[in-house]
């Protein structure tokens, strides 16, 4: 029997070439050959936890830039968010690779609140739009709801974040920045003299600047000016976006504090040290080597800039890939994609960052580049119950810890405060 904790699972999904186009709508061409794998676990529902609420009888609207986060239409807006704004096509490889499939869907119970209760009971009792757990190169199970099917791009929100932190570590390894102790403004001169210009990379990656930023999500909060700046597209976007935020609160590096837009500056950071968008160097450097087998998306901002912060859209396959990857500390099947070294640094307590540490950083988990997790153990975190995660119990020294990795990926739609829009 597997157990899983019952805040498991969330909507999956969880968090990107110069010239800006509109998204396309998703073909069935875009999957590419050979097709998703066959078998038992591939499972669709059209409806779900209060159904009639999210749209069902109206076919799951999509919404429009001043409805995609309230009802109805947060699950058509949050599978097709490159259709409301602006995206840059991250394009798929030419031959997707293959991904194996269980012969059985696992059994899956878990507690909560005396009773034990099963993958079936989870889902009807949560909003997930989507649901996929794999280990090594196999899916165990996939599952989706509310008429979303394997074929939709769900939108990442923060879990895109360490999709950053992993490109960074490319770009050091390639020799394009030099050091995760330069400044900020060692690559973007727009920013030389401000609060954000004079923190370093790694200050940046473990959100503890030290500069002031209000992330509440209430509509009128920091992150909802950077919305609007961003992916909303109602600002002017570029570096102007971040330099409103330029008052130092405490000593960098001494003090967690979650903030989108120190993601947002390591993005003017990436593209500046490599010469090209990110959704280009993520194309060229992960998705494409990985084999996604669907063109992603990532949302752009008026300056032509990814909204890094947020904001990649893919099928929920692809987002498994690029879990397994994580979970092979970077290895992609014989191919070393991104530094192991970086991921182990990326996703480790260290004894002179108590300020990361979990209990400190927040009440549960701890905090790396870009990353939740502990010890090894960790989970890209995004709005509405986004969750990618790897687990790696290790059950003794002849077992490798990437075989006892799975990847979970679930996504689940609710609703919060937002950013005003017109």
């Excluded at 791009?153 to 394009?176: C, D, N, Q, Y």
């Excluded at 002849?398 to 739609?413: H, K, Y």
Aim: include cysteine; glycine fraction near 10%; charged fraction near 20%.
């Amino acid at each position: 029997m597997t157990s899983f904790h019952a805040s498991l699972v969330i909507a999956c999904i969880v968090a990107v070439s110069f010239v800006g186009c509109s998204s396309p709508p998703l073909r069935s061409s875009e999957a590419g050959a050979p097709g998703p794998p066959a078998g038992p676990g591939r499972r669709f529902a059209a409806g779900g936890r209060d159904a009639r609420e999210y749209g069902a009888d109206v076919g799951y609207p999509i919404g429009d830039q001043s409805t995609y986060f309230s009802l109805p239409f947060l699950v058509g807006a949050q599978s097709h968010l490159d259709q409301v704004f602006e995206g840059r096509i991250v394009r798929r490889a030419s031959t997707p690779s293959p991904l194996g499939r269980a012969a059985a869907e696992p059994v899956i119970r878990f507690e909560h609140d005396g009773q034990t209760l099963t993958l079936d009971d989870y889902l009807a009792r949560h909003p997930t739009t989507g649901l996929l757990i794999a280990r090594g190169d196999t899916i165990l199970l996939e599952r989706y709801q509310y008429a979303r099917n394997d074929r939709h791009r769900f939108t990442s929100w923060s879990m895109a974040k360490p999709v950053i932190a992993m490109l960074i570590g490319i770009a050091i390894a390639e020799g394009r920045i030099q050091s995760v102790d330069d400044r900020a403004e060692a690559y973007v001169p727009a920013l030389v003299g401000t609060e954000y210009g004079r923190t370093s990379i790694r200050h940046l990656l473990q959100m503890s600047s030290g500069v002031r930023f209000r992330e509440e999500y209430t509509g009128e909060d920091d992150a909802s000016l950077l919305a609007r700046d961003t992916f909303l597209r109602l600002g002017k976007g570029g570096v102007e976006a971040v330099k409103r935020f330029n008052e130092r609160v405490a000593p960098a590096g001494t003090r967690f504090s979650y903030a989108s837009v120190e993601t947002q500056v390591l993005g003017f950071v990436l593209t500046s040290a490599v010469g090209r968008s990110a959704s280009e160097y993520l194309e060229q450097k992960i998705w494409q080597p990985i084999g996604a087998e669907a063109d992603a998306t990532w949302l752009i901002d008026r300056s032509g800039q990814e909204a890094t912060l947020c904001c990649l859209n893919a099928v929920l396959r692809d987002y498994a890939r690029l879990g397994l990857l994580l979970a092979h500390d970077g290895n992609w099947r014989g191919r070393q994609i991104i530094p192991a070294a970086w991921v182990r640094d990326a996703t480790s307590r260290h004894p002179d960052q108590r300020h990361l540490w979990p209990g400190t950083a927040t009440p549960f988990l701890g905090y790396g580049y870009q990353t939740c997790g502990e010890a090894r153990r960790f989970a890209f975190l995004g709005i509405h119950g986004q969750s990618k995660r790897r687990s790696m119990t290790i059950l003794g020294p002849s077992r490798s810890r990437r075989t006892n990795s799975p990847v979970v990926f679930s996504r689940n739609v609710r609703t919060r405060p937002l950013p005003k829009t017109p």
